[in-house]
Each structure stands twice: as structure tokens, then as C-alpha cells.
């Protein structure tokens, strides 16, 4: 079973407005940290946002935040203001603390793109 | 910090050589991951490792993919004899633990282009 699930394959929006991207996931662990990264054209990964299974609050880092719905297991992330740089392949993850031993699984992306 | 280094950053062979791949994870992290990235199949977790020992393989795809975590500070990923298939951009990332609140250090990447 598809342990997460993003399904928007691509978004588009206009630069300075907002864009939500999608991701469910699926574990039976109490214990389990979400994360987005992002990969630009030119493929390296990086690190956008976290969220605990234990948190109360939604993550935040700057232009980003998660829309954490524990009992929907849904996590989305929330762009705000979009940039022209934000332009990206966006991956939604999970690692399990106990079932798994902290393995890392991944989505299949969404590609988003910025328009001018 | 050097960050996670995987060489080489560029692999082009032919159909039925040996490849093999290093990584080197940032020091002090105990959790190393081998993943495959593909169009058609997107980011695939292959093995990690947690302080060295393997934990999962179930992701490497038959016998002809091999990983060994001999230290600390790396990892080989091999690939013998290889096929066009296993074309592909191979990442290696590293984390401090193996719980689930520890994020990911990815490398670049090696892009493996077998003929």
C-alpha cells in the first residue's frame, strides 16, 4: 500500500499568490515526522518543513507552512506568496519512529510552476 | 560542514559492467539511504542503514544490486553486471538518528547512464 500519496502530478499558479500541495499518508506508528523537500531543475534535494505526529501546532518557516490534519492524516503544504523560484518538484515524506525503524518513504511529487 | 558527498557525480557505462557507487554521509549521522530516481518510478528508498547495519533492503531491485556499509563514513553502492534499466540518478542521504524526527542530507546525486 502507497504509504504516502500526493495527487496532483502538477500546479501552476501566479507568482505572489498562495498554493496548497496535497499529501496523505498512511501508518499505524503513534510516532511519525512529516516532511516536505523540494528539488529545483537543477536536482538537488532540500529541506523545506517538519511536522511531529505529537505536535499541536502547524509548522511554520517563513514562506512556508503545513496544514497538519492528524485525524484525516493529511499534510499539506502552503506556499505563500509564490516566487518565481519556487518553481520546483515538491516531495511529501514520512519517517516512522518505531514500525519501521525511521524509514524514509517518499511520494511521487508535485511539479509546481510559477507563473510571472 | 561538507555535507553528504557522493562520487562520482557522473557514471556513463555499458550493458553488463560492474558500477559502484560511494557515498560519504555527514559525520556524526547514524542513518544512511540509498534512493533510486527515475521518471517513470519516481524517488524509490533501495536499503538504508542504521549505525551500519542494514535495516531494509526490500526496495533493491534483484541480486545484481549489492550495498555495504563497511564504517561510519561509507557506503558503496554496487550494481554488477548493469542494465540500461538501472539508468537512473542514484542519491544517498544521511540523517543524525533513526527516529522520525531526524530530516533527511541528501547528496547530489550520481547520474548513471548505462548503454
Known amino acids: 500500500a502507497q504509504k504516502i500519496t500526493q495527487t496532483q502530478p502538477g500546479m501552476f499558479v501566479q507568482e505572489k499568490e498562495a498554493v496548497t500541495l496535497d499529501c496523505t499518508y498512511d501508518?499505524?506508528?503513534?510516532?511519525?515526522?512529516l516532511f516536505w523537500y523540494k528539488q529545483p531543475s537543477s536536482g538537488e534535494m532540500i529541506f523545506l518543513i517538519y511536522?511531529?505526529?505529537?505536535?499541536?501546532q502547524n509548522a511554520t518557516e517563513g514562506r512556508y507552512s503545513l496544514n497538519f490534519q492528524k485525524a484525516r492524516k493529511s499534510a499539506n503544504l502552503v506556499i505563500s506568496a509564490s516566487q518565481l523560484g519556487d518553481s520546483a518538484m515538491y516531495f511529501c515524506?514520512?519517517?516512522?519512529?518505531?514500525?519501521?525503524?525511521?524509514?524514509?518513504?517518499f511520494g511521487d511529487g508535485t511539479t509546481l510552476t510559477v507563473k510571472p | 560542514d561538507a555535507g553528504v558527498i557522493q562520487s562520482p557525480r557522473h557514471e556513463v557505462t555499458e550493458m553488463g559492467q560492474e558500477v559502484t557507487l560511494r557515498c560519504k554521509p555527514i559525520?556524526?549521522?547514524?542513518?544512511l539511504f540509498w534512493y533510486r530516481q527515475t521518471m517513470m518510478r519516481g524517488l524509490e528508498l533501495l536499503i538504508y542503514?542504521?549505525?551500519?547495519?542494514?535495516?531494509?533492503d526490500s526496495g533493491m531491485p534483484e541480486d545484481r544490486f549489492s550495498a555495504k556499509m563497511p564504517n561510519a563514513s561509507f557506503s558503496t553502492l554496487k550494481i554488477q553486471p548493469s542494465e540500461p534499466r538501472d539508468s537512473a540518478v542514484y542519491f544517498c542521504?544521511?540523517?543524525?538518528?533513526?527516529?522520525?524526527?531526524?530530516?533527511?542530507?541528501f547528496g547530489s546525486g550520481t547520474q548513471l547512464s548505462v548503454l
Open positions: 542521504a544521511s540523517s543524525l538518528g533513526g527516529q522520525g524526527n531526524e530530516k533527511l542530507f
Open positions: 501508518t499505524s506508528d503513534p510516532s511519525y515526522g
Open positions: 511536522q511531529g505526529s505529537y505536535d499541536q
Open positions: 515524506a514520512m519517517r516512522e519512529a518505531n514500525t519501521n525503524a525511521g524509514k524514509s518513504t
Open positions: 559525520s556524526g549521522h547514524n542513518s
Open positions: 542503514f542504521n549505525n551500519n547495519v542494514p535495516i531494509d
